[in-house]
Each structure stands twice: as structure tokens, then as C-alpha cells.
């Protein structure tokens, strides 16, 4: 059984910084990857920053440069730092992780950025 759970969303305005958590149930080394995924009513779901159990990481090109995906085997956790956001971020963000060609997502949470 596998369970995140996201938390960190909120409402901020253009060029705030936001940093999002994503706790799982087990440890994270467990995973062959996770990662942030984000939706729009408008959109499907896409991806915003992976990192797998090697550490590799890879963004969206929208985000390259603001965002920083990063994790604690520790705390079971892994972080999404999102700086300089603009509208265009507003999105329910949902927390996901790869395991044996499984995925398990999050519940999400909403970003909401203001002009």
C-alpha cells in the first residue's frame, strides 16, 4: 500500500515562491522515480519535475530555471521549491511515484498565483 500525501499549496501572487511537500508511506528509495505533476480544468495532466531513485532530475521546460524538485530519504519526503510563479502555474498539483510499472498519486493540492 502506497499513500502521499501532498501539503505546502496555497494562494500567492505573481513572483512569490511556494514550496510543496509530498510525504509517502514508505521509503521513498522504494520508488523508481516521483515526481509533480499539475492540472488545469483546461489541460491534461502534465509534468512539471521528476527525480528518480539515481537522483537524475528532469523539468518542464516552463519551469526550468524556477522550479527545484529535490527529496529526503530521511523524512520520506520530496519537495517541489517553485520561485517566481506566475499566473500560469496556477494549477492543482499532484504528487506521484513509479513503482514496478505501477503509479500511485496524491490527492493534489492547489496553486493558486494572483496577478
Known amino acids: 500500500q502506497v499513500q502521499l500525501v501532498e501539503s505546502g499549496g496555497g494562494l500567492v501572487q505573481a513572483g512569490g515562491s511556494l514550496r510543496l511537500s509530498c510525504a509517502a508511506s514508505r521509503s521513498i528509495f522504494d520508488f523508481n522515480a516521483m515526481g509533480w505533476y499539475r492540472q488545469t480544468p483546461e489541460k491534461q495532466r502534465d509534468l512539471v519535475a521528476r527525480?528518480?531513485?539515481?537522483?537524475?532530475?528532469n523539468y518542464a521546460d516552463s519551469v526550468k530555471g524556477r522550479f527545484t524538485i529535490s527529496r529526503s530519504l530521511l523524512a520520506k519526503t520530496i519537495y517541489l521549491q517553485m520561485n517566481n510563479l506566475n499566473i500560469e502555474d496556477t494549477a492543482v498539483y499532484y504528487c506521484?511515484?513509479?513503482?514496478?510499472?505501477?503509479?500511485?498519486w496524491g490527492q493534489g493540492t492547489q496553486v493558486t498565483v494572483s496577478s
Open positions: 506521484n511515484a513509479e513503482m514496478w510499472g505501477n503509479d500511485y
Open positions: 527525480i528518480t531513485r539515481g537522483n537524475d532530475v
